[in-house]
């Protein structure tokens, strides 16, 4: 079946710092893809979504490209802030509308 | 986009008791979706809530532990029955925009601790 695959956390990162968090999927056909955040005390909003092959999401600094060659969606941001520590979820919309959720990784920015 | 109020945001109840939680949607949905998300975890689906017909519960949840209403296309309740320490958890709303791709939107959960 459907399923996203994210790295573990948390993630602990000084302020300036290069993020990645890694992202992969398993699906049939052309899921597409998201990147949800959680910050402390709130509920999830989407981020940033790519809906074909080669798409880049884009978001308040934060960017994730559609590989289909390698099944992946990593989340990257050139320089996090501390204003930038919450939970993200990696996503898939499959075919039949139904949204398929990774465990979720934890960011930890220090100043 | 849709706006999601819930409430409580927040509660701590006595084990054995229950809690009915309130989603409000600034639109009207067919679908409203029922989610847990426990300590540290990822989101399980608890129900999908459609209005004028019976909740439709994946494997793991019953109706008699989690009731849902859903009296109009605006308005969602989910009661958490005879509740237990492993119950503890944050409890979301959710509607969804179906077309080209799926798009969630949340309310702020309720963060539920049972002692």
């Known amino acids: 079946g459907n399923s996203v695959t994210q790295m573990e956390g948390p993630v602990t990162l000084s302020e300036e710092a290069f993020l990645t968090i890694n992202c992969t999927y398993t699906?049939?056909?052309?899921?597409?893809l998201f990147w949800y955040v959680q910050y402390p005390g709130e509920g999830l909003q989407l981020l940033l979504k790519?809906?074909?092959a080669d798409d880049k999401g884009s978001n308040k600094g934060f960017e994730a490209t559609y590989r289909k060659e390698t099944t992946s969606f990593h989340l990257e941001k050139g320089s996090v802030q501390v204003s930038d520590s919450a939970v993200y979820f990696c996503?898939?919309?499959?075919?039949?509308?139904?949204?398929?959720w990774g465990a979720g990784t934890k960011l930890i920015i220090k100043p | 986009s849709a706006v999601i109020s819930q409430k409580p945001s927040r509660d701590i109840c006595q084990r054995g008791t229950s809690l009915t939680i309130q989603c409000q949607v600034d639109?009207?949905?067919?679908?409203m979706f029922w989610y847990r998300q426990q300590p540290g975890q990822s989101l399980t689906l608890i129900a999908t809530?459609?209005?004028?017909?019976?909740?439709?519960?994946e494997s793991g949840f019953v109706i008699d532990k989690f009731p849902i209403s859903r009296p109009n296309l605006t308005f969602s309740t989910l009661t958490v029955s005879n509740m237990s320490p492993e119950d503890s958890s944050i409890y979301l709303c959710?509607?969804?925009?179906?077309?080209?791709?799926?798009?969630?939107?949340f309310g702020q959960g309720t963060r539920l601790t049972v002692v």
């Open positions: 996503a898939l919309s499959d075919s039949n509308y139904q949204l398929i």
């Open positions: 639109s009207q949905v067919t679908m």
């Open positions: 809530a459609n209005q004028g017909s019976e909740a439709t519960y």
């Open positions: 790519a809906t074909k």
């Open positions: 959710s509607v969804e925009n179906r077309g080209l791709y799926t798009e969630a939107f």
């Open positions: 699906a049939t056909g052309y899921p597409s």
